[in-house]
């Protein structure tokens, strides 16, 4: 697949794939606010469909956190290899109870591999019943896995 006109010049490209701490600290600094602020107006209300919207808001923010974490893995955090790894798992990657040096290898090889029979990732998709929580996210759905 090409990459659109507008990617290919040097300048658009260079300004895509550069590093900087700056960006990912702003997302993850407003990731954190607004999940820290929606864990406080958990403990002020009681009104059901406030706690549902503050619950849908929170899961926005994890999602955030998937987001930055997936860049992590690729070493898009920053220019040192050992501050991006820290910056993901100390601050993206924790609550979800996963470290960056542990899932790097499989991540990138699943890119490299994608769709192929040596993908890593090919299970969750080839037999979904093999993984437990896409078999019930399928279920939920009405999808017959």
Request: glycine letters at 2%; one cysteine or more; proline letters at 5%.
């Amino acid at each position: 697949m090409n990459p659109p006109a507008s990617l290919k010049s040097n300048n658009n490209l260079a300004r895509l794939t550069e590093k900087s701490i700056i960006k990912p600290a702003f997302d993850l600094v407003m990731t954190w606010s607004v999940i820290s602020s929606m864990i406080f107006c958990l403990s002020i209300t009681s009104n059901l469909l406030l706690l549902l919207l503050i619950f849908a808001i929170i899961v926005t923010q994890f999602l955030s956190l998937i987001v930055i974490s997936h860049d992590g893995l690729h070493g898009s955090l920053c220019e040192s290899k050992k501050l991006n790894d820290a910056v993901n798992d100390f601050l993206a990657l924790w609550p979800f109870w996963a470290i960056t040096s542990k899932h790097k290898y499989n991540h990138l090889n699943h890119h490299s591999l994608h769709g192929t029979k040596n993908d890593p990732d090919l299970y969750k998709y080839v037999n979904p019943k093999k993984h437990p929580c896409i078999a019930s996210i399928m279920q939920i759905i009405s999808v017959r896995a």
